[in-house]
Structures are given as structure tokens and as C-alpha cells.
């Protein structure tokens, strides 16, 4: 696998959304313009309405992955399926998601991070709407595959588009609403999941994308990718426009042209040049906090939530999966605050930390309610012990280990490799989520005390990898971060 670079500070490729030439009007051109669009110009487009633009791809994302918990005895009793069967369905839009991951890369380098969110859009909305429609496992399947493509597109390119438009002091923070509007996604499957039945659901699923789709006509192109293309006049009119009409930007230009140039010499990249360390050191570094999200078992966790909690003896168990799905937006949401101050790796090392302590407390829990009679009253208090183990590791996966891999991932991966590395890395995160959704309802079913003492040592392994290979990244910019590794 290969990609071409840019060849001599030349490149034929345009964006495929190439919109919004309205910023880069001059003053004399601007005096027609009308007033509504003068004062888009004068005040213009601020970093965050494209953050929030591009949000709601993470929200379709996190949409994706909450509803098969409030839908999973509705689907079943309505088409007739098994457990395994079910499972199968839960785990396809990881498979989907997979190839999404193979492809993102090279989709976000050939036509912009733009054109990949309006392409990853597509099949989002014909999933949806072949889920809701569906008669029998056949539909159902095909859809989910679909949605799973899209997602994996942009579980790649809203990270990297966040990471590449940032400056150095909101990218933490900014790059954070990443995980934020997963959460977010999540918490509106469980809460509609509620009130609506199951075809309903899907059909609701599918309007972030329909939202998506006209607001990127809105927002400018990642300048880094318009200047890697070679196309100077988009890239710093972009820039220009993130960062302000008023502002001084020729520090910031030269930096990034250096780095281009730096990297536009080569032509291709292959697998054989990730052996060289300012290559293979970033990638293992985005590769490992990826997977480690993942070996977590959270999304097990989320996924089967509703199940989890009637076997620690919670009647009311979906109301008790909206209360978690509210957490982890308020959780998200402090770490989106903390992040640009604390820094990425003191919250990963914390959030981990907290992740091992809660991991073990239920599977402790666990584990004595196979032991215990449930006449005892010490049945109920362990019920209640589970609970807030379970609500603990929300809290402490969404405070650093949710969000940060991702931040981390789109801020230390080279320009010269990020498309290719970056689907490496992102696949990585998918077939680990595939494998851990798969199994998560039959490891259940076998154990819940082991299940759960298998995800506790994946999260003290994590304490490690961060303490001893991640490093730093707060406050300093993309350039410098990837210089550090040469």
C-alpha cells in the first residue's frame, strides 16, 4: 500500500468539496457583497462552528454504537433472532467500521477531510434506512455494515481535520469534543431508544449525517492539507480565516510550509519505511492507546449495558443506562475542560488508574454473587457494589482514556505518513472493538467476575504503556510534536 506525495510544490488533485471561496474575497472584491455575508467576513468563521460542524459525525458515530442496547429484545422478538445472531448484528458495524478504517486514510488524503466526512455521510443514511425497513436479518445486516463503513471514515477524519485546524492552545480541548459528541450520540440512542420502538430509532439515526452533509459547504478545508497539496492560496486564506481576519498569520504560514517542504521530497511511502523510528515510534504510540481503549471492554460494556445491569439486580435497568450514557457526557465534558490545562499524559494515567480499581470492583462483585445465596442480604449490597463499579469506570474511561488516544493519535502521526498510518492506527482501534464486541456477550455469559477480570488487566497494562512510551503533547504544535521524533 502507497500513497503519492506532492511532486514538486505541485499537485493536480483539488478538494472535492472545494466551497466557501467566499473567504477569500479581498476588501475591494467584499464591498459587493452583501451585508449578511460582510459580516460572516468580518467576524470570520470561528474554529469552533467547524468543530461543531463536524461533530455531528461523532454524534452519527456514537448513535451507531448505543442502539443496540435499547433495541435488542425489540429486534429479536420482531424478526425472530437468536442471541448469536443478534451479536452478529452488533458486532457488523465494527466490520463495516474496518473497512471504513482501511480506506479513510487514503480517502482524507486524495480529496480533503471535507470531501471523506461528505463520502463517509452517504452509506450512513442508506444504513439507516435499510435497518429500519429491514423484514429479516438480511437488511438488517447489510445496514449496519453500511453505517459501520461511515463511521470508520470518520472516526479517522473529524480527529485529524480537529487536530489540523486547532491552534496549539484549544487543540487539546477542541479535539476532546471529538469523544464528547460520542457520548452525546450514545446518550440520545439510549434516551429515544425509550420512547420510540426500534424502526423508528433508525430512521432518527439518520439525521446528523442529513445535517452534516450542507454544513461542510460552510466551513473551510484543513489548511496542513492545502498546503501539503500545494495549492498556497486556499491554504492560507483557510488559515486565515480560523484564525481571524485581524490576525497575524505568517509565523504559523512559514512553520507549515517548512514541514511540507521538509516531507515533499519523497513521492510514495510504503510499509518498509514505518521501520524508521520517526515513523514506527508515533505509529505504535497511536496503534497501542487506540487498541488499549478498546481492550478496556467499554464498549461491552455500552453495548450490552441494559443486560449487565438486570444481572446485578437493577429492575429498572434501561432508565439506569440513560443515568450512565448522562455520566459520561458530563465526564467528556470535564475532560474537555482539563485537557489543554492538566495535560494528556496526567489524565490518561489517571483515567486508567481509576479504570483498574473499578474493573476490579465489579468483577469482585461479581464473582461473589455466583458464590452467594440471593436470599442473603449481602446479595443486594453486592448488586449495588457492581453498580458503582460500573458507573466509576464510565467516569474514569471518559476523563482521559475515551478521548485522549484519539487527540493523541491525529497530533503525533508525520504528515508524510498520516494517511497511511492513520488507517493503519485506526483499523487497529476497530478490529479491536470488533474482537471485544463479539465476545463481550458470550464472555458474559460464561463469567461475568472473569469477564471482567480480563478487561482489569488490559487497564493496569495501559498504566504502563502510558507511563513509559506516550509523550506529551500539550501546548506545542503539530510541527514541533512531529519534529520531536527525528
Same mark, same amino acid.
Given at each position: 500500500?502507497?500513497?503519492?506525495?506532492?511532486?514538486?510544490?505541485?499537485?493536480?488533485?483539488?478538494?472535492?468539496?472545494?466551497?466557501?471561496?467566499?473567504?477569500?474575497?479581498?476588501?475591494?472584491?467584499?464591498?459587493?457583497?452583501?451585508?449578511?455575508?460582510?459580516?460572516?467576513?468580518?467576524?470570520?468563521?470561528?474554529?469552533?462552528?467547524?468543530?461543531?460542524?463536524?461533530?455531528?459525525?461523532?454524534?452519527?458515530?456514537?448513535?451507531?454504537?448505543?442502539?443496540?442496547?435499547?433495541?435488542?429484545?425489540?429486534?429479536?422478538?420482531?424478526?425472530?433472532?437468536?442471541?448469536?445472531?443478534?451479536?452478529?448484528?452488533?458486532?457488523?458495524?465494527?466490520?463495516?467500521?474496518?473497512?471504513?478504517?482501511?480506506?479513510?486514510?487514503?480517502?482524507?488524503?486524495?480529496?480533503?477531510?471535507?470531501?471523506?466526512?461528505?463520502?463517509?455521510?452517504?452509506?450512513?443514511?442508506?444504513?439507516?434506512?435499510?435497518?429500519?425497513?429491514?423484514?429479516?436479518?438480511?437488511?438488517?445486516?447489510?445496514?449496519?455494515?453500511?453505517?459501520?463503513?461511515?463511521?470508520?471514515?470518520?472516526?479517522?477524519?473529524?480527529?485529524?481535520?480537529?487536530?489540523?485546524?486547532?491552534?496549539?492552545?484549544?487543540?487539546?480541548?477542541?479535539?476532546?469534543?471529538?469523544?464528547?459528541?460520542?457520548?452525546?450520540?450514545?446518550?440520545?440512542?439510549?434516551?429515544?431508544?425509550?420512547?420510540?420502538?426500534?424502526?423508528?430509532?433508525?430512521?432518527?439515526?439518520?439525521?446528523?449525517?442529513?445535517?452534516?452533509?450542507?454544513?461542510?459547504?460552510?466551513?473551510?478545508?484543513?489548511?496542513?492539507?492545502?498546503?501539503?497539496?500545494?495549492?498556497?492560496?486556499?491554504?492560507?486564506?483557510?488559515?486565515?480565516?480560523?484564525?481571524?481576519?485581524?490576525?497575524?498569520?505568517?509565523?504559523?504560514?512559514?512553520?507549515?510550509?517548512?514541514?511540507?517542504?521538509?516531507?515533499?521530497?519523497?513521492?510514495?511511502?510504503?510499509?518498509?519505511?514505518?521501520?524508521?523510528?520517526?515513523?514506527?515510534?508515533?505509529?505504535?504510540?497511536?496503534?497501542?492507546?487506540?487498541?488499549?481503549?478498546?481492550?478496556?471492554?467499554?464498549?461491552?460494556?455500552?453495548?450490552?449495558?441494559?443486560?449487565?445491569?438486570?444481572?446485578?439486580?437493577?429492575?429498572?435497568?434501561?432508565?439506569?443506562?440513560?443515568?450512565?450514557?448522562?455520566?459520561?457526557?458530563?465526564?467528556?465534558? =470535564? /475532560?474537555? %475542560?482539563?485537557?489543554?490545562?492538566? @495535560? !494528556?499524559? *496526567?489524565?490518561? &494515567?489517571?483515567? +486508567?488508574?481509576?479504570?483498574?480499581?473499578?474493573?476490579?470492583?465489579?468483577?469482585?462483585?461479581?464473582?461473589?454473587?455466583?458464590?452467594?445465596?440471593?436470599?442473603?442480604?449481602?446479595?443486594?449490597?453486592?448488586?449495588?457494589?457492581?453498580?458503582?463499579?460500573?458507573?466509576?469506570?464510565?467516569?474514569?474511561?471518559?476523563?482521559?482514556?475515551?478521548?485522549?488516544?484519539?487527540?493523541?493519535?491525529?497530533?503525533?502521526?508525520?504528515?508524510?505518513?498520516?494517511?497511511?498510518?492513520?488507517?493503519?492506527?485506526?483499523?487497529?482501534?476497530?478490529?479491536?472493538?470488533?474482537?471485544?464486541?463479539?465476545?463481550?456477550?458470550?464472555?458474559?455469559?460464561?463469567?461475568?467476575?472473569?469477564?471482567?477480570?480480563?478487561?482489569?488487566?488490559?487497564?493496569?497494562?495501559?498504566?504502563?504503556? =502510558? /507511563?513509559? %512510551?506516550?509523550?506529551?503533547?500539550? @501546548? !506545542?504544535? *503539530?510541527?514541533? &510534536?512531529?519534529? +520531536?521524533?527525528?
Amino acid at each position: 500500500m502507497s500513497f503519492r506525495e506532492e511532486e514538486d510544490g505541485r499537485d493536480l488533485r483539488k478538494p472535492f468539496l472545494h466551497t466557501g471561496s467566499w473567504y477569500r474575497m479581498g476588501s475591494r472584491q467584499s464591498s459587493i457583497m452583501g451585508s449578511s455575508a460582510q459580516i460572516i467576513r468580518d467576524n470570520s468563521v470561528s474554529v469552533l462552528l467547524c468543530v461543531l460542524i463536524v461533530a455531528l459525525g461523532p454524534i452519527q458515530f456514537g448513535f451507531t454504537c448505543g442502539y443496540s442496547s435499547p433495541t435488542q429484545s425489540e429486534i429479536i422478538n420482531d424478526l425472530g433472532l437468536s442471541l448469536s445472531e443478534f451479536s452478529i448484528f452488533g458486532s457488523l458495524s465494527n466490520v463495516g467500521a474496518m473497512v471504513g478504517a482501511i480506506a479513510s486514510g487514503q480517502i482524507a488524503e486524495y480529496i480533503g477531510r471535507k470531501g471523506s466526512l461528505m463520502i463517509a455521510s452517504i452509506p450512513n443514511i442508506i444504513g439507516w434506512l435499510a435497518i429500519s425497513f429491514a423484514q429479516d436479518s438480511s437488511f438488517l445486516y447489510m445496514g449496519r455494515l453500511l453505517e459501520g463503513f461511515g463511521v470508520g471514515v470518520i472516526s479517522y477524519t473529524v480527529p485529524v481535520y480537529i487536530a489540523e485546524i486547532s491552534p496549539q492552545n484549544m487543540r487539546g480541548g477542541l479535539g476532546s469534543v471529538n469523544q464528547l459528541s460520542v457520548t452525546l450520540g450514545i446518550l440520545l440512542a439510549y434516551v429515544l431508544g425509550l420512547f420510540v420502538n426500534w424502526r423508528v430509532l433508525a430512521v432518527l439515526g439518520i439525521l446528523p449525517c442529513t445535517i452534516l452533509i450542507p454544513g461542510l459547504f460552510f466551513i473551510p478545508e484543513s489548511p496542513r492539507w492545502l498546503a501539503k497539496m500545494g495549492m498556497t492560496e486556499d491554504f492560507e486564506a483557510s488559515l486565515q480565516v480560523l484564525r481571524g481576519f485581524d490576525t497575524d498569520i505568517s509565523v504559523e504560514v512559514t512553520e507549515i510550509k517548512r514541514s511540507v517542504a521538509s516531507t515533499g521530497k519523497r513521492t510514495t511511502i510504503q510499509f518498509s519505511d514505518l521501520k524508521r523510528k520517526r515513523y514506527w515510534f508515533p505509529l505504535m504510540v497511536g496503534i497501542g492507546l487506540l487498541m488499549l481503549q478498546q481492550l478496556s471492554g467499554i464498549n461491552g460494556v455500552l453495548f450490552y449495558s441494559s443486560n449487565i445491569f438486570e444481572a446485578a439486580g437493577i429492575s429498572s435497568s434501561d432508565i439506569a443506562t440513560v443515568g450512565l450514557g448522562v455520566i459520561q457526557v458530563i465526564a467528556t465534558g =470535564v /475532560t474537555t %475542560w482539563l485537557v489543554d490545562k492538566a @495535560g !494528556r499524559r *496526567l489524565l490518561l &494515567i489517571v483515567s +486508567s488508574s481509576g479504570m483498574t480499581l473499578s474493573l476490579l470492583l465489579v468483577s469482585v462483585a461479581f464473582y461473589l454473587k455466583d458464590v452467594i445465596s440471593e436470599d442473603s442480604r449481602f446479595y443486594s449490597i453486592l448488586g449495588i457494589l457492581s453498580l458503582v463499579g460500573l458507573v466509576a469506570l464510565v467516569i474514569t474511561f471518559s476523563l482521559g482514556v475515551g478521548a485522549i488516544p484519539w487527540v493523541i493519535m491525529s497530533e503525533i502521526l508525520p504528515v508524510s505518513i498520516k494517511g497511511l498510518a492513520g488507517s493503519i492506527a485506526t483499523l487497529a482501534n476497530w478490529l479491536t472493538s470488533w474482537a471485544v464486541t463479539m465476545t463481550a456477550n458470550l464472555l458474559l455469559s460464561w463469567s461475568k467476575g472473569g469477564t471482567f477480570a480480563i478487561y482489569t488487566l488490559m487497564t493496569a497494562f495501559t498504566i504502563v504503556f =502510558v /507511563t513509559l %512510551w506516550v509523550p506529551e503533547t500539550k @501546548g !506545542r504544535t *503539530l510541527e514541533e &510534536i512531529q519534529r +520531536s521524533f527525528r
